[in-house]
């Protein structure tokens, strides 16, 4: 555990957000490890296949990862405050709720997935292989949920390291699983969904199992779970907002990914390759926005409100560093990366043209995201959600409908940055009203 309260805030965030910025990039080695196997031994198909899904997937679990994010703000306010019992009460109440949410998760998308599929018009080339990884992979949802909650309820109580240490053994055996079920076993697209199955249930029972006999507070035991109504009342009126922003986010993707479709199995394949690209570039951002949001919320509870502007002017330096490093980085190496994932000639043309329009403007995406880590360390996730939501579906969504017309597939792609600079526009603005100060929950 790191006390984030005392210190100066550009080394205490700095090495709170870099074990979490490691996590996540072995976790997106995790997804990229299918990607490049699938695409390189079952070929652009299955590749599609694979990429389609995740936008689903994402909107399946985004609004149960939305409001257990309460949990993790009033853990580290908690924390914050001195207040061990309150964190505990908070921490039991977070992983009932995951237990009954992830089950209700795979029950909704074992019904609906192919209809949805079929509703966005998904090629009938690849429908067929999407539907059975979508299926598959829900079978893991309850090991998903517990290990993405207790990581999140560590790096609340300012513990960053830990689960990327179960993470990184995770990935390893997800490429050796991946291998196995796919080049060894010939098991297909199956065999890719089975393999993260198996990798995220590895780490979730043993992090768990460590977390018993090595946590001071943190101590998982089914017949001692304790429901605090409470507390997972505060919890959902600070983690609702974030719900239903995820889930409207979710399902922006996956109304971008119905115009994407229009355009065959070559864009999808290039869509899917070139997002998890984008992905793994926005990670710094993100990762920092988090490690913000924790300073934030200890500070906060701590009553030290004066070092919030502190914490935000430090990781707008390192932010916007890594930001211009990484978008002339992807657009030098654009071609290469994409050669990782498949070898048509088509699919790496599209998806260059993705990495260059979109790359050029990741200090845009990086500003927007820690900006708003301010606002979601204060417990303020109403605004940020109205602003997201704004910049999703009135600029980014019709921009790309109205602009592939004009420009191809192309346009579609320049909706993207366009969004992202009314979302830091926005962001900034509501920032400097300051009305995000009186949202704290201690």
């Given at each position: 555990?790191q006390?984030?309260?005392e210190?100066?805030?550009?080394?205490l965030?700095?090495r709170f957000?870099?074990?979490?910025?490691?996590?996540?990039v072995?976790?997106?080695?995790?997804?990229?490890t299918?990607?490049?196997?699938?695409?390189?031994?079952?070929?652009?198909?299955?590749?599609?296949?694979?990429?389609?899904?995740?936008?689903?997937i994402?909107?399946?679990?985004?609004?149960?990862?939305?409001?257990s994010t309460?949990?993790t703000?009033?853990?580290?306010?908690?924390f914050?405050?001195?207040?061990?019992?309150?964190?505990?009460?908070?921490?039991?109440?977070?992983?009932?709720?995951?237990?009954?949410?992830?089950?209700?998760?795979?029950?909704?998308?074992?019904?609906?997935?192919?209809?949805?599929?079929?509703?966005?018009?998904?090629?009938?080339?690849?429908?067929?292989?999407?539907?059975?990884?979508?299926?598959?992979?829900?079978t893991?949802?309850?090991?998903?949920?517990?290990?993405?909650?207790?990581s999140a309820?560590?790096?609340?109580l300012?513990?960053?390291?830990?689960?990327l240490?179960?993470?990184?053994?995770s990935?390893?055996?997800?490429i050796?699983l991946?291998?196995?079920?796919?080049?060894?076993?010939?098991?297909?697209?199956?065999g890719?969904?089975?393999?993260?199955?198996?990798?995220q249930?590895?780490?979730?029972?043993?992090l768990v199992?460590?977390?018993?006999?090595?946590?001071?507070i943190?101590?998982?035991?089914?017949?001692?779970?304790?429901?605090?109504?409470?507390?997972?009342?505060?919890s959902?009126k600070?983690?609702?907002?974030?719900?239903?922003?995820?889930?409207?986010?979710?399902?922006?993707?996956?109304a971008?990914l119905?115009?994407?479709?229009?355009?065959?199995?070559?864009?999808i394949?290039?869509?899917?390759?070139?997002?998890r690209?984008?992905?793994?570039?926005?990670?710094?951002?993100?990762?920092?926005?988090?490690?913000?949001?924790?300073?934030?919320?200890q500070?906060i509870?701590?009553k030290?409100?004066h070092r919030?502007?502190?914490?935000?002017?430090?990781?707008?330096?390192?932010?916007?560093?890594?930001?211009i490093?990484t978008?002339?980085?992807?657009?030098?190496?654009r071609?290469?990366?994409m050669r990782?994932?498949?070898?048509?000639p088509d699919?790496?043309?599209?998806?260059g043209?993705?990495?260059?329009?979109?790359?050029s403007?990741?200090?845009?995406?990086?500003?927007?995201?820690v900006?708003?880590g301010?606002?979601?360390?204060?417990?303020?996730?109403?605004?940020?959600?109205f602003?997201?939501?704004?910049?999703?579906?009135?600029?980014?969504?019709?921009?790309?409908?109205?602009?592939?017309?004009?420009?191809?597939?192309?346009?579609?792609w320049?909706?993207?940055?366009?969004?992202?600079?009314?979302?830091?526009f926005?962001?900034?603005?509501?920032?400097?009203?300051?009305?995000w100060?009186?949202?704290a929950?201690i």
């Amino acid at each position: 555990m790191q006390d984030l309260t005392e210190g100066k805030p550009i080394g205490l965030i700095f090495r709170f957000a870099t074990p979490m910025l490691i996590g996540n990039v072995f976790q997106q080695i995790y997804n990229v490890t299918d990607s490049i196997i699938v695409g390189k031994f079952l070929g652009k198909e299955a590749l599609a296949a694979v990429g389609a899904s995740f936008p689903l997937i994402f909107l399946l679990i985004s609004f149960i990862i939305g409001i257990s994010t309460g949990s993790t703000i009033l853990v580290a306010q908690y924390f914050g405050a001195k207040d061990e019992n309150k964190v505990r009460r908070t921490i039991n109440t977070m992983y009932i709720f995951l237990f009954f949410a992830s089950i209700l998760v795979m029950i909704v998308g074992f019904l609906f997935t192919e209809s949805i599929f079929r509703a966005i018009k998904l090629p009938a080339d690849i429908l067929p292989d999407a539907t059975l990884y979508m299926n598959l992979y829900l079978t893991g949802s309850l090991f998903f949920f517990g290990f993405n909650g207790t990581s999140a309820v560590l790096r609340g109580l300012g513990d960053s390291k830990t689960p990327l240490y179960f993470l990184i053994l995770s990935t390893i055996a997800n490429i050796f699983l991946d291998l196995l079920f796919i080049v060894v076993f010939k098991w297909g697209v199956a065999g890719a969904a089975l393999a993260t199955v198996l990798a995220q249930a590895g780490a979730s029972i043993t992090l768990v199992l460590y977390l018993n006999h090595a946590h001071p507070i943190i101590k998982l035991s089914l017949n001692k779970l304790k429901w605090d109504r409470g507390i997972f009342n505060t919890s959902v009126k600070i983690g609702l907002p974030t719900g239903f922003q995820q889930t409207f986010v979710s399902i922006g993707m996956i109304a971008l990914l119905r115009i994407v479709n229009d355009y065959g199995t070559n864009v999808i394949a290039a869509y899917s390759v070139a997002g998890r690209i984008d992905n793994m570039a926005g990670l710094p951002a993100m990762n920092f926005g988090t490690a913000l949001s924790t300073f934030v919320g200890q500070n906060i509870g701590a009553k030290k409100m004066h070092r919030v502007k502190l914490g935000l002017t430090s990781t707008l330096k390192m932010s916007s560093w890594t930001a211009i490093i990484t978008s002339v980085l992807i657009i030098i190496c654009r071609y290469p990366l994409m050669r990782l994932f498949v070898s048509d000639p088509d699919v790496i043309a599209i998806g260059g043209e993705y990495l260059v329009i979109v790359g050029s403007f990741y200090l845009m995406f990086s500003t927007m995201f820690v900006i708003g880590g301010v606002m979601r360390g204060a417990g303020d996730t109403l605004i940020p959600m109205f602003i997201t939501l704004f910049s999703l579906w009135i600029i980014r969504i019709p921009l790309a409908a109205l602009l592939s017309k004009q420009f191809g597939v192309i346009g579609i792609w320049w909706a993207i940055p366009i969004a992202w600079t009314m979302g830091t526009f926005l962001s900034f603005l509501y920032y400097k009203t300051g009305r995000w100060k009186k949202k704290a929950r201690i």
